[in-house]
C-alpha cells in the first residue's frame, strides 16, 4: 500500500521561507514523475510543482509560485522537497505530494497545513 506523508509546514509570516517534505513508500519511486499540490481553505486542490522521473531535470510551477517556490528530490531517500520563500497570505493552504500528473495520483496523504498571516 502506496503512503506518502508530508511534513514541514506551520505558521509563518509573510515574507517567510518554509521547507515542505514528502516521503514515499513506494520502490519505483524513482521512475515516477512527483508534484505538490495544495487546497486553500475552501477551495478546490490545486497543482503547485512537478518534477519530472530519475534526475529531476524538468520542473514546472504554477504561475503563482515562480520564481518563489522550488521543487526537488532524492530518489535514494525517496524524498521530494518543496522550499518555498517570500510567503504570501494567499499560499496558506494544505500542501500534498503525489504523482504528477494528478491523474496517476495515489490515495492521498494528511498534508500539512502552512498557514502565511501575521
Known amino acids: 500500500q502506496v503512503q506518502l506523508v508530508e511534513s514541514g509546514g506551520g505558521l509563518v509570516q509573510p515574507g517567510g521561507s518554509l521547507r515542505l517534505s514528502c516521503t514515499a513508500s513506494?520502490?519505483?519511486?524513482?521512475?515516477?514523475?512527483m508534484g505538490w499540490y495544495r487546497q486553500p481553505p475552501g477551495k478546490q486542490r490545486e497543482l503547485v510543482a512537478t518534477?519530472?522521473?530519475?534526475?529531476?531535470?524538468?520542473?514546472n510551477y504554477a504561475d503563482s509560485v515562480k520564481g518563489r517556490f522550488t521543487i526537488s528530490r532524492d530518489n535514494a531517500k525517496r524524498m521530494v522537497y518543496l522550499q518555498m520563500t517570500s510567503l504570501k497570505p494567499e499560499d496558506t493552504a494544505v500542501y500534498y505530494c503525489?504523482?504528477?500528473?494528478?491523474?496517476?495520483?495515489?490515495?492521498w496523504g494528511q498534508g500539512t497545513q502552512v498557514t502565511v498571516s501575521s
Open positions: 513506494p520502490t519505483m519511486f524513482r521512475i515516477l514523475a
Open positions: 503525489n504523482r504528477a500528473p494528478e491523474g496517476n495520483a495515489w490515495s
Open positions: 518534477i519530472s522521473s530519475g534526475a529531476g531535470i524538468n520542473t
